[in-house]
């Protein structure tokens, strides 16, 4: 069988068994087995393939098959241009939270550009890190507190700081919310559990970590801890921002301490991170 063959009826198979983005998928699965570059695949379609270079293949699809997400299958994700590593152990890195880093950055590095030194910033259920790495990588003044009430997702998030060789700078600590947190933060990043309990999700999404995903009050309960909480942590003009969606947005408490806040849209135009200022 070719590699084009072989793609072929992959891409078939996970179509059938509920995949979202099935030649995606099989290309990104081959691509690993075979232990090549995605865009080689493109140069070796006519490649005849052995029954040895496949069997690894027909094993991951059959998990992919089951509702196991690519990432983890593959062990890692790509986010914000970085590479993380992934687990079953934490969230799978969403394109949707790059709206929470981007606007984080640029909230930064208007501090950097008005003469603050030190950008200090708390990145709260940090999970794989993928947040608080971001966010150092691209500001190098910050300091980045993460925390995860999770023991396992620290273990990832450690690797993922030490593989971008920002140990120095972003600081891991296991605690609720922002107990681990000091105090006097420019930014408080938050990516917490918000989905309503019984929400009807994809199999790949139930697959990740329920506790990371699911939170009391139709979603809202961590969200409105934190609000409540963050005040104390902040500086003058500090900022919340902390990712929901439109559901959530309508139950949140604790605003009447800030001094504003506004509702932020991912590129699809549905409700993604709220800002809220003290």
């Given at each position: 069988m070719t590699l084009l063959e072989l793609l072929r009826r992959?891409?078939?198979?996970?179509?059938?068994?509920?995949?979202?983005?099935?030649?995606?998928?099989?290309?990104?699965?081959?691509a690993a087995s075979?232990?090549?570059?995605?865009?080689?695949?493109?140069?070796?379609?006519?490649?005849?393939?052995?029954?040895?270079?496949?069997?690894?293949?027909?094993?991951?699809?059959?998990?992919?098959?089951?509702?196991?997400?690519?990432?983890?299958?593959?062990?890692?994700?790509?986010?914000?241009?970085?590479?993380?590593?992934?687990?079953p152990a934490v969230l799978v890195p969403n394109p949707d939270t790059e709206v929470l880093v981007e606007r984080a950055v640029t909230l930064a590095r208007a501090l950097v550009e008005s003469g603050r030194g030190e950008i200090r910033v708390a990145d709260v259920g940090t999970g794989s890190g993928c947040v608080a790495v971001s966010v150092a990588h691209f500001v190098p003044e910050a300091r980045v507190w993460a925390s995860d009430d999770d023991a396992a997702a620290l273990e990832v998030a450690a690797r993922n700081v030490a593989g971008h060789q920002l140990s120095r700078r972003v600081e891991l600590a296991r605690?609720?919310?922002?107990?681990?947190?000091?105090?006097?933060?420019?930014?408080i990043l938050a990516n917490l559990p918000y989905v309503a309990s019984g929400a009807d999700l994809p199999r790949e999404v139930l697959a990740e970590p329920a506790h990371a995903l699911f939170a009391e009050e139709q979603g809202a309960a961590l969200i409105n801890r934190?609000?409540?909480?963050?005040p104390d942590h902040l500086?003058?003009?500090?900022?919340?921002?902390?990712?929901?969606?439109?559901?959530?947005?309508?139950?949140?408490?604790?605003?009447?301490?800030?001094t504003s806040h506004e509702l932020r849209r991912d590129l699809a135009g549905h409700v993604r991170v709220l800002e809220a200022r003290v």
């Open positions: 992959a891409t078939g198979y996970l179509e059938r068994n509920g995949s979202t983005s099935p030649r995606l998928d099989a290309e990104l699965l081959l075979l232990g090549i570059r995605r865009l080689d695949l493109y140069l070796q379609f006519e490649r005849p393939l052995s029954e040895r270079e496949i069997a690894p293949f027909r094993a991951l699809s059959a998990r992919r098959a089951k509702g196991e997400p690519v990432a983890y299958l593959l062990g890692h994700k790509e986010f914000m241009t970085l590479d993380f590593e992934v687990t605690g609720d919310l922002l107990v681990p947190a000091p105090r006097d933060l420019d930014l934190l609000l409540v909480e963050a500086s003058p003009d500090g900022v919340v921002l902390a990712e929901l969606d439109e559901s959530v947005s309508m139950r949140l408490q604790g605003l009447d301490a800030y």
